[in-house]
């Protein structure tokens, strides 16, 4: 059985992928949008429910692996994306209102959406908005890939852009169902009202709790699986690729890029607000949470994963969805932080997990099995926030057979969290940036933009580092970024190079940072230092030690100055750091840096 490794090099990335695509996918775009065809007959015959679960996560798992290839290997990314692409427009040829579907018979229409006779439905054809999400996403992801790198992709521009305008229409057709008002800091979708009539004659289990909660919120992972597709459609929409097209209207760009982002962030709001803290008794923090608000019990492993995976994709857009807000004149934004997933991270690690055999439910509750160990999907991309969750989800995966197109993804595209945990919480920073002097004989920049600039950044940042044993070193690399320019957001002022911008008066690239530039640093020189700052051994000190091994820059990004439209390298990315620790009641838990730095502020634009 293929086996995930440790190695993350690019050759080791390219041969998985591609042994991922050949395990899961048809033998051609030709043959997989046969199959997704074929599915679709079974489906509206009544043989068969359509193929939503399966596909929408088998979908999600081809947008991962092309994520993970796009920036190593073009052509091998575009043989994906042009797979994902099919996948997509199959979806919407067997679209209800497409397909000759009949209507909905509790919204008294032919819905822009994918249903079925249900016989929690009372046999009746029945839409749903977490299937919907499911199918919608596929539709949004290859659109938004495809209007973010348009020169790559330009015999798929008509494609995308027939696929956003779709999207589009199946948004709009849920939006009465939908609670979005002003005066509601939260935001979600709710049971159709037509649901009270539910005769649940049948004796079909869960008919009665269709009934009971109709014009009441539907579930979380039902509301983010929808907000998981819009979070795509938004900025495919806000495209120049879109905007320039003649199918983009002004009502339709405005849900898109104005009320779709104000519902997401709404909505993840809610769901946040909901989840409960807790605290281990060593004083982890982590979080539960219930299936939906209208109380009925705890959340489960399946659906608490699918409530996860939904929230990576938002994280990942939040920069670019926080700045449509803003141009919007918005004051919301996503309420997703490095603190939340820490947390999310706990749960996965402290309650969830155990000997690799996973829970039923998100609090530790129920029965704990290997039956479950297909679920690690959702909770995969937590690794960020702590490295050990790569290798338990990994571990789990194989301990008893598991692996699965979306868990395989996942493993894949996170796997470079696994040998290095990302700092995000600091106890202090400061700054100084001021202009660099010529020498003698030195020819003068010749505008501010070719300025360069001392940086010098000091503070501590928390590392969090327990160790695990008293007869050896538990050796862990971590790597942490200081503020340099707030977080890509039109709002943000923070950082040295917002305040040097400002008070130098450097001119900025038209548009929105983290939309159509990013503000970096092209270093030329560096010398960064990093030592300890807090340690904690609880008991008695039994061969207890501390350490900072080593540092360095984190490899130099690059990118395409947009002012100057030339390619500019060298761009600062933050610090890696070898730490280690002895003893298992012993805590490292902050580190102390000091980084000068010689370069120039630079616009680059986004690469995503």
């Not at 539910?198 to 979380?220: H, M, Q, W």
């Not at 709404?266 to 989840?275: G, R, S």
């Not at 492993?301 to 857009?317: F, K, N, P, Q, S």
């Not at 159509?516 to 051994?537: K, T």
Request: hydrophobic content about 40%.
């Amino acid at each position: 059985m293929t086996y995930i490794g440790d190695a993350n090099d690019v050759t080791t990335i390219r041969n998985d992928a591609m042994e991922f695509f050949g395990l899961y996918f048809a033998a051609s775009d030709e043959d997989e949008g046969k199959r997704i065809d074929a599915a679709f007959v079974e489906s509206f015959a009544g043989r068969q429910a359509p193929p939503w679960w399966d596909d929408g996560r088998r979908a999600s798992a081809l947008v991962h692996v092309y994520d993970l290839i796009a920036p190593l290997d073009a052509e091998l990314a575009a043989v994906y994306l042009r797979r994902l692409g099919r996948m997509a427009s199959k979806y919407l040829e067997n679209r209800d209102d497409v397909h000759g579907a009949p209507p909905d018979a509790f919204r008294g229409r032919v819905m822009p959406s994918w249903g079925a006779k249900s016989d929690s439905h009372d046999d009746k054809w029945n839409t749903d908005v977490v299937l919907t999400g499911l199918l919608a996403y596929p539709m949004a992801a290859f659109a938004r890939r495809v209007a973010d790198r348009p020169a790559r992709y330009p015999a798929l521009h008509d494609q995308a852009i027939g696929l956003i305008t779709a999207t589009i229409q199946t948004y709009e057709a849920y939006r009465d169902e939908c609670h979005l008002v002003e005066s509601d800091p939260h935001a979600y979708y709710l049971f159709p009202h037509a649901y009270a009539d539910l005769k649940c004659t049948n004796g079909v289990s869960g008919c009665e709790g269709f009934r009971e909660r109709a014009d009441k919120p539907i579930p979380y992972n039902t509301n983010l699986s929808m907000m998981k597709a819009l979070a795509e459609l938004a900025l495919a929409a806000d495209s120049a690729l879109y905007r320039s097209s003649g199918a983009a209207t002004p009502d339709q760009l405005r849900m898109a890029t104005e009320e779709a982002p104000l519902l997401i962030a709404k909505n993840v709001a809610f769901f946040v607000d909901h989840l409960r803290p807790k605290t281990l008794s060593d004083g982890t923090p982590y979080v539960e949470w219930d299936y939906q608000v209208v109380k009925e019990g705890i959340e489960n492993l399946a659906h608490g994963g699918l409530d996860l995976g939904c929230l990576a994709v938002i994280l990942e857009d939040q920069i670019r969805l926080d700045a449509l807000l803003a141009r919007a004149g918005r004051t919301e934004r996503i309420r997703l932080s490095p603190a939340l997933g820490a947390r999310f991270a706990n749960t996965f690690l402290r309650k969830v997990w155990k000997s690799n055999e996973l829970s039923e439910n998100v609090d530790g509750s129920g029965e704990r099995s290997t039956d479950y160990n297909q679920g690690t999907t959702g909770w995969v991309w937590l690794a960020q926030f702590d490295p050990w969750v790569w290798t338990r989800c990994r571990d789990t995966t194989f301990v008893k057979p598991s692996l699965v197109h979306d868990n395989h993804a996942a493993l894949l595209r996170y796997r470079k969290f696994n040998a290095m945990k990302h700092l995000s919480d600091f106890a202090g920073q400061n700054w100084l940036i001021t202009p660099a002097p010529t020498a003698v004989g030195q020819t003068p920049p010749t505008n501010i933009l070719n300025q360069k600039w001392l940086l010098v950044l000091s503070g501590v940042v928390i590392a969090d580092l327990k160790g695990d044993s008293r007869a050896q070193w538990d050796h862990q690399v971590v790597t942490f970024s200081p503020d340099m320019a707030g977080p890509d957001d039109p709002s943000a002022t923070s950082g040295p190079l917002n305040w040097a911008i400002g008070h130098y008066s450097i001119p900025r690239p038209a548009g929105s940072p983290g939309a159509q530039y990013l503000v970096r640093f092209s270093v030329e020189s560096w010398a960064p230092f990093v030592s300890l700052s807090a340690i904690f051994n609880q008991g008695q000190s039994i061969n207890s030690g501390f350490a900072v091994d080593a540092w360095r820059p984190e490899h130099f990004a690059s990118g395409t100055n947009v002012v100057t439209g030339q390619p500019v390298n060298n761009l600062f990315n933050g610090v890696n750091v070898d730490l280690a620790v002895r003893d298992t009641d012993a805590w490292l838990y902050r580190i102390g840096y000091n980084i000068t730095l010689l370069g120039k502020i630079v616009f680059v634009a986004p690469s995503f």
